[in-house]
Each structure stands twice: as C-alpha cells, then as structure tokens.
C-alpha cells in the first residue's frame, strides 16, 4: 500500500489519528484528515478514479478551506494486483479495508463463463459487505428513454451474500453435478435432466433481516414513506418466500410502531412512520416503469436486486450516471456500478460520473455533505449545459462531447460552496 503520489514530498507516517473509527453507538468518527484507501480499478479505472479524485480533492478543499481533506493511500486489487503480487485480491488489501473502515473503488473486471471468480463477490463477501445500495434518481438533462425519468427517485439495497453470489454451483457432467442430481433422485424423489448443470440458492433469516432492518432504518432516517419488499415467492416459496416472511418479521420486532402494513393504511402515511409492502419481481418491473414514484426503498435478494438495479438505472439514462456503495456493520467501500470496458482503457474517454456520485456517496457517509452537495450540484449545472463525456453525447446533439478528464475539470469549474 502506498499513499498518493501527490501529497506532501515529505511523506507523512500515519497515525492512529488518521483513521476512521466506529464508536460503540455504531457511529463514525471521523478526523478532519483521514486516511482513505482507494482501488484504481481495471480497464477504465485509472481514467475515472482520476478524475473523481480531482472533483472530490477540489470539492473538499473549496467547502472547508483547508481545513479537512483526505489522504488517499492506494490499494491493489484485480490486474494490477494480480500483476505485482501474483494475487488478484492481497489479503493485505482485506486488512487495510478493514482498518481504515472506508475505502473507494473502480470497476474491476469480472471474468465471464470461466476463470477466477469475481474480485468485486470476493471483497463483499470477505469483508461482510452485505447491503449493496443503489440510489437511482434522474440528474436533469441526461437523455432517457422514459417520458418521465424524473418520477423515478429509489434506493435500492440489495443482500449481498447470498443467493447467486454464494456461488454454490457444479458443471455439467461433473462429478459434483452427477452425485447431486443422484442424491436428489434418490433421496428426495426429485427428476433432473442427465446433463444438468446444479446451483443452489441458499438464502437465511439471519442475512435477510439484517438486510431488510438496514433498508427500513434507512427510510426512517431519511424521512421516505415506504420500503418494499421484493421477490419470487409465489414460485420459490421457501427462498424467495421466506425472504418476504422475514423482511415483514423484522419490521414488526426491530421497528414496531414506527411501521405500518400496506394493508392497513389509507390514503395518506401519518408522519414519522414507514410502509412495508412487498411486490413479485416481475411485477415490480412492471411498477417500476408505470408507477415510480410510489416507491422510495426497495430491499431485495441478490439476483432480483441484481436485474432492478440495472434496468432502474436505465430509466435514468444508464450505469454511467449510477452511483453504489457496499456497506456492512464494520466497513463501508463505495465504487461505480458499471464494469471496466476494456475496449476504453487509457482514452481518456469513459464517463466518470458515477464514481463521482458514489464519492458523493463517501462523502455523505463520511458526514461531510457539504462538500458532497456542492459536488451533486456542479454535475447538475455540467450536464444540464450539455458538458458531456461520449456515451451521453451521442444522445445529446446539442451536447459537446468531453473527454473523461475535461468532464471533471467542467465539474470543478462549476463547484460552488452550498448556501447553509
């Protein structure tokens, strides 16, 4: 691990002064100086991770005058990890995560069909990162195949650990494969076609209810009026199903009279309190593109979540504007949404907009958010002049299209200190 290049020339030890700390009410500490580690990503990373470092440092350093800002210290995980260390995920990159309690990162590439398994699933599950959140709302002026893309405004958390990302899977005609496909014949009376390929699905009332208690703390929090539920349980009754079951179970044991039932409610939700209601996966597609804006908090298993987090982003105008984070009890990393498009690696050509957002992200969970506002703000003002990177452009024909780093030089241009 190494910190920035471009901090002090003197280079600084760190202390323990520097770092993030949890306080036992399960708040942040957080110095005016932090160390926070970041991942510069594959592909595109060094592009976008440039460029977010800039509008984050600029924002920071306009907001609080000198007075806070951060010390990045880089971490290597994916292709430059795998590289230098022969590894694509140190266990000292785990440590340090763990350490400094937040970090940032770029996209990382994800093999498809064959190879390592994903380095993104590995630092969810290794360092307990179980709530994927996702907030998808329409940034004005970014071209949107929906009439309305502004009616779309959710935060979706997403479980993190389980069901397909637990990666319990046998390929076809394996000695894995062959022996399950017996069992379940032979045992459970249960017919698969020879040949089958076998995953398995586990999902648990443990992971759930964290999950779900975190979405409802969360609409509480921001004063949102409803969380919804969603899932396949009219099918898989005692996955999806229970998913549901136990999402309802933790509202009523964690929240109690703060929460109300979707069914015992009238037309207006009293002050103060949250609605729970649950919606089938496909129907919440389904409501997602008639009826947006009657949802606000959406918490689901991994895969459904998976589908809706892309297909919401879309609504908005696609991953490139879509900020994420994982967040667990005990450490928090936020990165982009999107992938690392190789193809664009080194053109100083991909939009580093949704890692900007995801360092907005950072900084709000940080408590610093109005530097984060400032930054929401210049983005806005950017786009809405028609400032945009490619991938937007080629939508836009009025837009001029930027380079990755002209884009974040347009965004601090346009920074300003919020108004308290």
């Keep these: 691990m190494k910190e920035g290049k471009d901090m002090n020339s003197e280079e600084k030890l760190e202390s323990e002064t520097d770092r993030i700390v949890i306080a036992p009410d399960g708040t942040l500490q957080v110095p005016d100086v932090p160390v926070i580690p970041f991942i510069e990503g594959d592909g595109i990373g060094p592009d976008v991770w440039g460029a977010t470092r800039r509008v984050l440092d600029a924002a920071i350093g306009l907001v609080y005058a000198g007075r806070r800002k951060i010390r990045w210290m880089e971490l290597l ?17 785990l440590q340090a995560i763990k350490d400094h309690i937040v970090a940032i990162k770029g996209p990382l590439t994800t093999p498809v069909g064959a190879g390592m398994r994903s380095v993104n699933v590995a630092l969810r599950q290794k360092l ?48 894995e494969a062959h022996t399950i496909i017996a069992f379940l014949k032979d045992r459970m009376g249960v017919d698969i076609a020879p040949g089958s390929a076998i995953g398995i699905k586990p999902m648990s009332r443990a992971a759930t209810k964290r999950l779900v208690a975190r979405a409802i703390k969360y609409a509480l929090d921001q004063g949102l009026p409803s969380v919804t539920l969603v899932h396949k349980g009219n099918i898989m009754k005692y ?50 593109l008639l009826r947006p804006e009657t949802y606000h908090v959406l918490a689901t298993p991994n895969l459904n979540g998976d589908y809706l987090s892309d297909a919401l982003s879309a609504q908005v105008g696609g991953l490139g504007v879509a900020p994420g984070a994982n967040l667990g009890d005990n450490c928090a990393v936020f990165e ?3 992938g690392s498009a190789p193809k664009y690696a080194g053109q100083d050509k991909a939009n580093p907009a949704s890692l900007i957002l995801s360092g907005v992200m ?34 836009m024909p009025d837009a001029r299209e930027l380079k990755c780093s002209e884009f974040a030089e347009a965004v601090i241009d346009r920074l300003v200190k919020p108004q308290c």
């Design 77 to 93: 995980a994916g292709g430059k990890a795998h590289n230098q260390t022969g590894k694509p995920l140190p266990d000292e990159t």
């Design 128 to 175: 307990d990162l179980y709530a994927c959140v996702r907030p998808v709302r329409y940034i004005k002026g970014v071209p949107s195949p929906m009439k309305h893309p502004e009616r779309v405004n959710m935060v979706l958390f997403r479980e993190n650990t389980e069901d397909v990302y637990a990666g319990i899977e046998w390929e076809s005609e394996s000695p």
């Design 239 to 288: 996955t999806e199903g229970a998913f549901m079951k136990w999402g309802y179970e933790v509202a009523r044991e964690r929240f109690g009279d703060r929460i109300l039932l979707e069914s015992n409610i009238g037309l207006e939700v009293p002050r103060g309190k949250v609605v729970i209601k649950d919606r089938i996966t496909d129907m919440m597609f389904q409501q997602a």
């Design 336 to 338: 982009a949404t999107h």
């Design 362 to 395: 950072m900084l709000e969970y940080l408590g610093w958010k109005e530097a984060a506002k400032a930054i929401e703000q210049a983005i806005q003002k950017t786009i809405s002049e028609g400032l945009v990177t490619f991938d937007l452009a080629r939508n």
